[in-house]
T-cell receptor
Framework: DQQVKQNSPSLSVQEGRISILNCDYTNSMFDYFLWYKKYPAEGPTFLISISSIKDKNEDGRFTVFLNKSAKHLSLHIVPSQPGDSAVYFCAASVQGAQKLVFGQGTRLTINP | DVKVTQSSRYLVKRTGEKVFLECVQD?????MFWYRQDPGLGLRLIYF???????EKGDIPEGYSVSREKKERFSLILESASTNQTSMYLCASSLIGTDFLYEQYFGPGTRLTVT
Protein backbone atom coordinates (compact mmCIF):
# COMPACT_ATOMS: atom_id res chain seq x y z
CA ASP A 1 0.00 0.00 0.00
CA GLN A 2 1.33 3.37 -1.05
CA GLN A 3 1.12 5.61 2.01
CA VAL A 4 2.46 8.63 0.14
CA LYS A 5 1.15 9.26 -3.37
CA GLN A 6 2.14 11.65 -6.09
CA ASN A 7 -0.53 11.09 -8.69
CA SER A 8 1.06 13.16 -11.45
CA PRO A 9 4.06 11.38 -12.97
CA SER A 10 4.97 14.46 -14.95
CA LEU A 11 4.29 18.18 -15.18
CA SER A 12 5.29 20.70 -17.81
CA VAL A 13 5.35 24.44 -16.98
CA GLN A 14 6.49 27.51 -18.84
CA GLU A 15 9.47 29.43 -17.49
CA GLY A 16 8.40 32.25 -15.18
CA ARG A 17 5.07 30.64 -14.31
CA ILE A 18 4.10 28.86 -11.11
CA SER A 19 4.75 25.13 -10.73
CA ILE A 20 2.50 23.25 -8.33
CA LEU A 21 3.40 19.71 -7.33
CA ASN A 22 0.93 17.71 -5.28
CA CYS A 23 1.23 14.91 -2.75
CA ASP A 24 -1.37 12.95 -0.78
CA TYR A 25 -0.84 10.70 2.21
CA THR A 26 -2.98 8.13 3.96
CA ASN A 27 -1.25 7.63 7.32
CA SER A 28 -2.65 10.13 9.84
CA MET A 29 0.36 9.48 12.11
CA PHE A 30 2.68 11.32 9.70
CA ASP A 31 3.66 14.63 11.24
CA TYR A 32 6.66 15.77 9.24
CA PHE A 33 6.88 16.21 5.49
CA LEU A 34 9.77 16.90 3.14
CA TRP A 35 10.37 17.57 -0.52
CA TYR A 36 13.45 16.30 -2.29
CA LYS A 37 14.70 17.19 -5.75
CA LYS A 38 16.60 14.77 -7.96
CA TYR A 39 18.61 15.46 -11.09
CA PRO A 40 19.60 12.57 -13.39
CA ALA A 41 22.71 10.68 -12.25
CA GLU A 42 22.64 12.40 -8.85
CA GLY A 43 21.16 11.49 -5.50
CA PRO A 44 18.10 13.37 -4.20
CA THR A 45 18.79 16.61 -2.34
CA PHE A 46 16.65 18.11 0.38
CA LEU A 47 14.56 21.08 -0.68
CA ILE A 48 12.10 22.11 2.01
CA SER A 49 10.15 20.62 4.90
CA ILE A 50 7.10 21.30 7.02
CA SER A 51 5.96 20.12 10.41
CA SER A 52 2.32 19.28 11.02
CA ILE A 53 2.04 22.17 13.50
CA LYS A 54 2.31 24.54 10.53
CA ASP A 55 0.28 24.88 7.36
CA LYS A 56 2.86 26.77 5.32
CA ASN A 57 6.61 27.06 5.04
CA GLU A 58 8.51 29.31 2.66
CA ASP A 59 12.09 29.32 1.45
CA GLY A 60 12.80 31.75 -1.35
CA ARG A 61 10.93 30.64 -4.47
CA PHE A 62 9.70 27.47 -2.78
CA THR A 63 6.61 27.22 -0.57
CA VAL A 64 5.10 24.08 0.87
CA PHE A 65 1.46 24.02 1.98
CA LEU A 66 0.00 21.39 4.27
CA ASN A 67 -3.71 20.59 4.56
CA LYS A 68 -3.96 18.08 7.39
CA SER A 69 -7.69 17.53 7.13
CA ALA A 70 -7.33 16.58 3.46
CA LYS A 71 -4.03 14.76 4.07
CA HIS A 72 -2.57 16.76 1.21
CA LEU A 73 0.51 18.84 0.68
CA SER A 74 1.75 20.83 -2.25
CA LEU A 75 4.99 22.46 -3.35
CA HIS A 76 4.78 25.79 -5.15
CA ILE A 77 7.71 27.11 -7.16
CA VAL A 78 7.45 30.75 -8.20
CA PRO A 79 8.79 31.80 -10.63
CA SER A 80 9.79 28.53 -12.30
CA GLN A 81 13.27 28.43 -13.82
CA PRO A 82 14.87 25.98 -16.28
CA GLY A 83 17.15 24.71 -13.50
CA ASP A 84 14.06 23.53 -11.63
CA SER A 85 13.59 20.77 -14.20
CA ALA A 86 14.06 17.60 -12.13
CA VAL A 87 12.15 14.82 -10.41
CA TYR A 88 10.53 15.91 -7.16
CA PHE A 89 9.81 13.46 -4.38
CA CYS A 90 7.47 14.05 -1.50
CA ALA A 91 8.34 12.22 1.75
CA ALA A 92 6.66 11.80 5.11
CA SER A 93 7.64 10.64 8.55
CA VAL A 94 6.58 10.25 12.11
CA GLN A 95 8.73 12.30 14.49
CA GLY A 96 11.30 10.09 16.15
CA ALA A 97 10.86 7.28 13.64
CA GLN A 98 14.02 8.22 11.67
CA LYS A 99 12.57 6.69 8.50
CA LEU A 100 11.02 8.45 5.54
CA VAL A 101 8.26 7.15 3.28
CA PHE A 102 8.59 8.50 -0.25
CA GLY A 103 6.09 9.09 -3.00
CA GLN A 104 6.56 7.94 -6.58
CA GLY A 105 7.98 11.24 -7.77
CA THR A 106 6.86 13.87 -10.30
CA ARG A 107 9.05 14.85 -13.22
CA LEU A 108 8.90 18.61 -13.65
CA THR A 109 9.95 20.12 -16.96
CA ILE A 110 10.31 23.88 -17.28
CA ASN A 111 10.00 25.05 -20.87
CA PRO A 112 11.76 28.24 -22.00
CA ASP B 1 30.89 19.74 2.96
CA VAL B 2 28.53 16.79 3.43
CA LYS B 3 29.48 13.72 1.47
CA VAL B 4 27.99 10.27 0.87
CA THR B 5 29.89 8.12 -1.58
CA GLN B 6 28.93 4.83 -3.18
CA SER B 7 31.50 2.35 -4.43
CA SER B 8 30.24 2.06 -8.00
CA ARG B 9 28.10 4.18 -10.30
CA TYR B 10 27.31 1.27 -12.62
CA LEU B 11 27.43 -2.46 -11.98
CA VAL B 12 26.51 -5.44 -14.16
CA LYS B 13 26.17 -8.83 -12.48
CA ARG B 14 24.89 -12.25 -13.45
CA THR B 15 21.92 -14.03 -11.91
CA GLY B 16 22.96 -15.94 -8.80
CA GLU B 17 26.05 -13.85 -8.07
CA LYS B 18 26.64 -12.37 -4.63
CA VAL B 19 26.74 -8.58 -4.91
CA PHE B 20 28.16 -6.04 -2.47
CA LEU B 21 27.22 -2.36 -2.61
CA GLU B 22 29.29 -0.12 -0.38
CA CYS B 23 28.40 3.27 1.05
CA VAL B 24 30.61 5.63 3.05
CA GLN B 25 29.65 8.90 4.75
CA ASP B 26 32.01 11.44 6.25
CA UNK B 27 29.54 13.35 8.41
CA UNK B 28 29.64 11.19 11.56
CA UNK B 29 25.94 10.43 11.08
CA UNK B 30 24.32 7.77 13.22
CA UNK B 31 21.65 6.76 10.69
CA MET B 32 22.35 5.14 7.36
CA PHE B 33 19.81 3.90 4.80
CA TRP B 34 19.58 1.83 1.66
CA TYR B 35 16.83 2.53 -0.88
CA ARG B 36 16.03 1.33 -4.33
CA GLN B 37 14.46 3.61 -6.91
CA ASP B 38 12.24 2.17 -9.63
CA PRO B 39 10.09 4.01 -12.20
CA GLY B 40 6.57 4.58 -10.91
CA LEU B 41 7.46 3.31 -7.44
CA GLY B 42 9.66 6.08 -6.11
CA LEU B 43 12.20 5.36 -3.39
CA ARG B 44 11.57 2.30 -1.27
CA LEU B 45 13.48 1.60 1.93
CA ILE B 46 15.34 -1.72 1.99
CA TYR B 47 17.18 -1.52 5.33
CA PHE B 48 18.43 1.10 7.69
CA UNK B 49 20.89 1.24 10.56
CA UNK B 50 20.88 3.62 13.52
CA UNK B 51 24.18 2.48 15.03
CA UNK B 52 27.12 0.19 14.40
CA UNK B 53 26.00 -3.44 14.14
CA UNK B 54 22.33 -2.35 14.48
CA UNK B 55 19.89 -2.73 11.61
CA GLU B 56 16.18 -2.63 10.94
CA LYS B 57 14.21 -3.94 7.99
CA GLY B 58 12.59 -1.44 5.74
CA ASP B 59 9.65 -2.01 3.42
CA ILE B 60 11.31 -4.43 0.98
CA PRO B 61 14.11 -6.37 2.74
CA GLU B 62 13.53 -9.71 0.98
CA GLY B 63 16.59 -10.87 -0.94
CA TYR B 64 18.88 -8.34 0.77
CA SER B 65 21.06 -8.17 3.85
CA VAL B 66 23.21 -5.39 5.31
CA SER B 67 26.33 -4.94 7.33
CA ARG B 68 27.51 -2.03 9.46
CA GLU B 69 30.82 -2.75 11.15
CA LYS B 70 31.99 0.88 11.29
CA LYS B 71 29.95 4.03 11.81
CA GLU B 72 30.89 5.54 8.45
CA ARG B 73 30.27 2.46 6.30
CA PHE B 74 27.03 0.64 5.41
CA SER B 75 27.02 -2.27 2.99
CA LEU B 76 24.10 -3.75 1.08
CA ILE B 77 24.43 -7.41 0.11
CA LEU B 78 22.45 -9.26 -2.50
CA GLU B 79 23.01 -12.87 -1.50
CA SER B 80 21.97 -14.29 -4.88
CA ALA B 81 21.21 -11.61 -7.42
CA SER B 82 18.06 -11.94 -9.49
CA THR B 83 16.83 -9.98 -12.51
CA ASN B 84 14.09 -8.32 -10.44
CA GLN B 85 16.83 -6.66 -8.39
CA THR B 86 17.91 -4.62 -11.41
CA SER B 87 17.44 -1.11 -10.11
CA MET B 88 19.02 2.16 -8.96
CA TYR B 89 20.32 1.77 -5.40
CA LEU B 90 20.66 4.86 -3.25
CA CYS B 91 22.44 5.17 0.07
CA ALA B 92 21.64 7.96 2.54
CA SER B 93 22.69 9.09 5.99
CA SER B 94 21.34 11.42 8.65
CA LEU B 95 21.82 12.49 12.22
CA ILE B 96 19.61 10.78 14.75
CA GLY B 97 16.91 12.97 16.29
CA THR B 98 14.32 12.40 18.98
CA ASP B 99 12.29 15.61 18.78
CA PHE B 100 13.44 16.61 15.34
CA LEU B 101 13.77 14.72 12.08
CA TYR B 102 17.04 15.52 10.38
CA GLU B 103 17.25 15.55 6.61
CA GLN B 104 18.83 12.64 4.83
CA TYR B 105 21.84 13.14 2.59
CA PHE B 106 22.05 10.88 -0.41
CA GLY B 107 24.87 9.39 -2.42
CA PRO B 108 24.86 9.52 -6.24
CA GLY B 109 23.41 6.03 -6.61
CA THR B 110 24.53 2.72 -8.12
CA ARG B 111 22.75 1.53 -11.24
CA LEU B 112 22.76 -2.28 -10.91
CA THR B 113 21.84 -4.50 -13.84
CA VAL B 114 21.39 -8.22 -13.24
CA THR B 115 21.46 -10.32 -16.42
Amino acid sequence: DQQVKQNSPSLSVQEGRISILNCDYTNSMFDYFLWYKKYPAEGPTFLISISSIKDKNEDGRFTVFLNKSAKHLSLHIVPSQPGDSAVYFCAASVQGAQKLVFGQGTRLTINP
Amino acid sequence: DVKVTQSSRYLVKRTGEKVFLECVQDMDHENMFWYRQDPGLGLRLIYFSYDVKMKEKGDIPEGYSVSREKKERFSLILESASTNQTSMYLCASSLIGTDFLYEQYFGPGTRLTVT
